[in-house]
C-alpha cells in the first residue's frame, strides 16, 4: 500500500523559510516524476516544481524560481520542498505529488499527499 506523509507547513512572516517533506513508501518513491503543487481558497491547484527521479532534473514556475528548492533524498525515499523569501501570496494547501513524466500537468499524477498548509503572514 502507498503512504504518502507531508510535514513541515506552519505559519510564518513574510520573508520567513519553512522546509516542506513528503516521506512516500511503496510504488510512489520509483515513479518517474515528483512535484508540488499548491491550492489556495477559491482558486485551482497549480504547478509548483517538479523533479524527474531518475536524473535530478528540477523545473519550477516562474512565481517561485530563485525562491524555492525541489530535492529528493532517495535513501529515505523523501521529497523535500525548501521555500524561502516566502511571500503572503504563496500562502496555500500544498500537496506532493507524483506518477509519470510532465507531472506538472495534473492529469499525469498518480499520488497526492494529504496536504500541508502554509500561511505566509506580512
Known amino acids: 500500500q502507498v503512504q504518502r506523509v507531508e510535514s513541515g507547513g506552519g505559519s510564518v512572516q513574510a520573508g520567513g523559510s519553512l522546509r516542506l517533506s513528503c516521506a512516500v513508501s511503496g510504488y510512489t518513491y520509483k515513479s518517474s516524476c515528483m512535484g508540488w503543487f499548491r491550492q489556495a481558497p477559491g482558486n485551482e491547484r497549480e504547478w509548483v516544481a517538479h523533479?524527474?527521479?531518475?536524473?535530478?532534473?528540477?523545473y519550477y514556475a516562474n512565481s517561485v524560481k530563485g525562491r524555492f528548492t525541489i530535492s529528493q533524498d532517495n535513501a529515505k525515499n523523501t521529497l523535500y520542498l525548501q521555500m524561502n523569501n516566502l511571500k503572503p501570496e504563496d500562502t496555500a494547501m500544498y500537496y506532493c505529488?507524483?506518477?509519470?513524466?510532465?507531472?506538472?500537468?495534473?492529469?499525469?499524477?498518480?499520488?497526492w499527499g494529504q496536504g500541508t498548509q502554509v500561511t505566509v503572514s506580512s
Open positions: 523533479i524527474y527521479t531518475s536524473d535530478g532534473r528540477t
Open positions: 505529488a507524483a506518477g509519470r513524466p510532465r507531472c506538472y500537468v495534473t492529469n499525469n499524477v498518480d499520488y
